[in-house]
Structure formats: C-alpha cells, structure tokens
C-alpha cells in the first residue's frame, strides 16, 4: 500500500499505532514507513442512534481493543516483542474512547517495557500522505476534511505545524451528511453515508441550478463556515412540493456539493499560494469527493501547484498514520511519560494555531 520514504524520517524499528479517538477502533504496525498492517474496525450501533453516543464507543473500544491489537500484530507478523514501541492518539477526540485506547498502550508498553508516545490525530491525518507519497515533502498546505474536521495546515517541516484555518461551525463531511438527512437521502439507520449519496446524486445534476452561500469567500480570513449552505438547502427546498424536491434532488445535490468544494477549492488554492508551498495534501473521509479532487487537480494544476490524496483507507480515520507519527517522532528520541492522558480538546505540542493568534 505504501511507497518507502526516506530512511531519515522514520524509524527503522517496528511501531504498533492505536487509534481510537471517535467510533473506530484501529490498530497498525508500520516499520520505516512501511504498512506492515491496518486493521480498522469501524462501529455500527450508533447508526441507530443518529449519531456517535459517546458511552457506547467506549464500552466497544473495550471490547475491541485487544482483538484488534492481536491482529494488526499477527497480519505483521510479529509479536509485542518485535516492536521497537507504542504509539497512541491522546486527542482530539472524544474523551471515554481516547481514554480506552491510551490506557491499552500505556498497559502494553508498561509490560513489553517499551518506549510510548502519545500522537496528535491531525498530526495523523497528515502522515497519511507522508507514508504514502514519498515525494510529498515540506513545505506543504493541507486540508484535513473529514465528518469530524475542517482544517488547513501549513507544515513547514514535519512536527513543525500551525493552523491556519478551520471551521467554525460544522465540518464540511458533516454538513454532507446533514443536508442528506434532510432531503431524504439516508436510509434508516445510516449516519455518515450523506457525502457518497450526494456525491453519487450529484453527478447527474446541474451545480449551478440553485445558487447556495459560498461563506467567508473574499474575506481574507482561511476560516470555514459550513452551516449557512445547510440552512439555505433547507429554506430553498422547503418552498419546493414533495415532487418537485424528488424531481430535482440531482439539482440540489450537485448545487450543494458545487458551493462546498467552490470554498474548500478556494481557500486551499488561496492559503497555499500565500504560504508560498508547490504541494497540497488533501485528507480524510471527504478527500474521496470526486468533484472536490477534480476541481482541485485542474485548478492546481493552473496554479502550478501539485495536489496529494492519500487512497481512501488512509483518508478515513486509521491507525496507520498514528504509527507512522510515532515512528517519526520515536525516532528522534521522543517519549511520553507513564502520565500520557487522553486530551480531548485544544492544542497539543508541535502545533500552533495562527488562527488564534490573529
Ligand atoms: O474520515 P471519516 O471516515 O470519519 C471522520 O469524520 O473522522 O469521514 C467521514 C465523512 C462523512 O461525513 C462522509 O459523509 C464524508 O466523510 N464522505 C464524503 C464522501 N465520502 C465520505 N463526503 C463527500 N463526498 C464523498 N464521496
Ligand atoms: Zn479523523
């Protein structure tokens, strides 16, 4: 799955990642930056619910932790003792599951006698294209776009990081997955399936047939703003009869999705050309957008800019790319304490946040 990158930036020892920051439960073991294995397993419970419930992700974390940790070993071929060390994301995310997947690494690191690191998930998401494009080197821009994030991030050298936009109110993959919801889209019990059914509706309608808000476009600001499109999908659809919204649902849906990549297109072309980078990463579960890789192919390909994306089982939410953090930073000599706690918000070392600092 994986190119070899350069032998400098990771460790020549085996690390095991763990990765359990929201509902999946994903164990990996990466050498070199190497994919040895990436085993992913992602909770259904919650669909019944609408949305992630916080308890019951932890109580399956519990659940699956060691399994899935036996088998990202067994797929590698190789036991606690053939690792070189432990890495583990200590947030963001939600509190209960990052505290399952922490306390796992802390408990076999401690028993293996091996040295620990705890790993920032977006540091993750980044290292998803580190791993997989050996020539995708920085200075780089990336836009980490997910259910759960919209962030631009300058990365001016690896574990150097600021952030220089992000949302403010919803991720743009959740505002996929709200806009679906309310058209009627999903069916019973799906959650997190808005943006491939939009996407796929998308593709045999007209982008320009309802005009829908392109926010804090032209305001200099690298901020992102995804609720105003929902609220107008709403206000402009709510005018429509049951047959007309049926009828046109490609129309909306490919206006819909025309407005959110015209902004995340936009402001990562803009936020790139002011960084004075030659290369884009674009990660996480909307990088699989077919439109949002179009339109920023073509328009950085005018701009002479070069665009990454990682394949899709890295985008999504994985513990490859924490492996591969670890065994970075690992490699320079870094450790955590036997203290390593989850840190479900706010920033961690290594990242600045240029937003805040405006
Ligand atoms: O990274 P991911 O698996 O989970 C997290 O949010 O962490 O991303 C899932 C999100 C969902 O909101 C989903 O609707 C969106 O990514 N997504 C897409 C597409 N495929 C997945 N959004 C737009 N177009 C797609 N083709
Ligand atoms: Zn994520």
Redesign the pocket.
């Known amino acids: 799955m994986s190119g070899k990158t350069d032998a400098s930036v990771f460790w020549d020892q085996p690390v095991l990642g763990i990765e359990t920051s929201?509902d999946?439960t994903a164990a990996a073991v990466t050498v070199d930056g190497r994919i040895l294995s990436n085993i992913v397993f992602s909770q259904t419970e919650h669909s019944l619910y609408g949305g992630v419930v916080p308890e019951l992700a932890s109580r399956n974390h519990v659940r699956k932790i060691l399994p899935i940790v036996r088998q990202a070993l067994d797929e590698a071929g190789m036991d606690l003792q053939g690792l070189g060390g432990i890495a583990v994301t200590q947030g963001p995310g939600l509190v209960g599951s990052l505290l399952v997947g922490v306390s796992a690494a802390k408990g076999l690191a401690m028993g293996a006698e091996l040295p620990l690191l705890g790993v920032h998930h977006i540091e993750g998401h980044l290292f998803a294209g580190v791993l997989e494009h050996p020539e995708l080197r920085p200075p780089f821009l990336a836009l980490v776009?997910?259910?759960?994030?919209t962030e631009l991030v300058f990365v001016s050298e690896l574990g150097v990081y600021e952030i220089w936009g992000r949302t403010r109110d919803d991720?743009?993959?959740?505002a996929?997955?709200k806009v679906?919801k309310l058209l009627g889209l999903l069916e019973e019990g799906q959650v997190?399936?808005?943006?491939?059914r939009?996407?796929a509706l998308a593709a045999g309608g007209n982008p320009t047939a309802f005009q829908f808000p392109r926010a804090l476009m032209g305001t200099g600001s690298f901020d992102f703003s995804f609720s105003g499109v929902k609220t107008s999908v709403l206000y402009q659809t709510r005018e429509l009869s049951e047959e007309e919204r049926r009828d046109r649902c490609a129309d909306i849906s490919a206006s819909f999705?025309a407005a959110v990549v015209d902004v995340l297109v936009h402001k990562t072309i803009e936020a790139a050309i002011a960084s004075g980078v030659e290369r884009i990463l674009i990660t996480?579960?909307?990088a699989?957008?077919?439109?949002?890789r179009g339109e920023m192919e073509h328009t950085a390909r005018d701009r002479g800019l070069q665009v990454f994306f990682p394949t899709i089982k890295l985008?999504?939410?994985n513990a490859a790319m924490i492996s591969g953090v670890g065994s970075f930073r690992l490699a320079r000599g870094e450790r955590s304490g036997w203290d390593l706690n989850a840190i479900p918000r706010g920033l961690l070392p290594g990242v600045k946040d240029r937003v805040s600092s405006r």
């Open positions: 929201c999946e776009v997910s259910g759960g994030h991720a743009a993959g959740e996929f997955d679906a997190t399936q808005g943006g491939p939009i996407s999705q996480g579960g909307v699989a957008n077919r439109c949002l985008c999504t939410d």
